[in-house]
C-alpha cells in the first residue's frame, strides 16, 4: 500500500530536550512538508523540501530542523528552542498538484 | 500574498439537512481549489478538487464548483449524515509546490 507514515503516534517529552519526528512516504514524491496545528486551529507551515538534499522555511521554522537526506524520508526535530511546541504535527508529500497527508503525531511537552 | 477565507465554525446541522461551507480566495494567476476533510485524531484526506474556472469537482455527495468571477468554492452537500461529522479545509495551490489552507470549519451534524 503507497501512502506516508508517521511515527510515533503520541510522543512526550520533557521541557528542555530535543525530539524527532518521523516521516516517510512511499509515493515516490519529490515535495514533502511539515505543518503544525494548534486545537481549533488551521495548518501553519513549518518546512518544505521540494527535493532530495534542499529545504525552505516555511511560516513558523523558528525552533525547528530538518533534513532530506532521502527522497523517502524527512524528519523533523523539534528544539528545546521552540517555547511552545505540545500541538498536532502532520506531515504530507505531494503528488501532482494535490498533498497527501500522513495521520500526523500528537507532541505533548510535559 | 495568495490566502483562503472560510468560514468559520462550528456549524451543526440536523441529519438530511442541506450543507453549505464557504470559501473565497485571493491569488496572483488561476490556482487549483481543494476541500480537504479532517476527522478526529487524523489527517487530512482530499475530499475533492477543481483545476481550472467553471469546472465542479465532486465526491462522496459533495460538490464544489470554481467560480473565477467571485473567487469562491463554496462546498456543498444536499443531505448531510452523522458520519459528515469533521473539520473542513478549503485550499488553495500556490507558487513554489506550497498549498495555502483555510482556517477550517467544523461540522457537526445531529441524528
Known amino acids: 500500500d503507497g501512502g506516508i507514515t508517521q511515527s510515533p503516534k503520541y510522543l512526550f517529552r520533557k521541557e528542555g530536550q530535543n525530539v524527532t519526528l518521523s516521516c516517510e512516504q512511499n509515493?515516490?514524491?519529490?515535495?514533502m512538508y511539515w505543518y503544525r496545528q494548534d486545537p481549533g486551529q488551521g495548518l501553519r507551515l513549518i518546512y518544505y523540501?521540494?527535493?532530495?538534499?534542499?529545504?525552505q522555511k516555511g511560516d513558523i521554522a523558528e525552533g525547528y530542523s530538518v533534513s532530506r537526506e532521502k527522497k523517502e524520508s524527512f524528519p523533523l526535530t523539534v528544539t528545546s528552542a521552540q517555547k511552545n511546541p505540545t500541538a498536532f504535527y502532520l506531515c504530507?508529500?505531494?503528488?501532482?498538484?494535490?498533498?497527501?497527508f500522513g495521520p500526523g503525531t500528537r507532541l505533548t511537552v510535559l | 500574498g495568495d490566502s483562503v477565507t472560510q468560514m468559520e465554525g462550528p456549524v451543526t446541522l440536523s441529519e438530511e439537512a442541506f450543507l453549505t461551507i464557504n470559501c473565497t480566495y485571493t491569488?496572483?494567476?488561476?490556482?487549483?481549489l481543494f476541500w480537504y476533510v479532517q476527522y478526529p485524531g487524523e489527517g487530512l484526506q482530499l475530499l475533492l478538487k477543481?483545476?481550472?474556472?467553471?469546472d465542479k469537482g465532486s465526491n462522496k455527495g459533495f460538490e464544489a464548483t470554481y467560480r473565477k468571477e467571485t473567487t469562491s468554492f463554496h462546498l456543498e452537500k444536499g443531505s448531510v449524515q452523522v458520519s459528515d461529522s469533521a473539520v473542513y479545509f478549503c485550499?488553495?495551490?500556490?507558487?513554489?509546490?506550497?498549498?495555502?489552507f483555510g482556517s477550517g470549519t467544523r461540522l457537526s451534524i445531529r441524528p
Open positions: 491569488a496572483t494567476g488561476y490556482p487549483s
Open positions: 485550499a488553495l495551490s500556490a507558487r513554489a509546490s506550497k498549498i495555502i
Open positions: 504530507a508529500s505531494k503528488g501532482g498538484i494535490e498533498q497527501f
Open positions: 509515493l515516490n514524491h519529490d515535495a
Open positions: 523540501s521540494q527535493i532530495v538534499n534542499d529545504f
Open positions: 477543481a483545476t481550472k474556472a467553471d
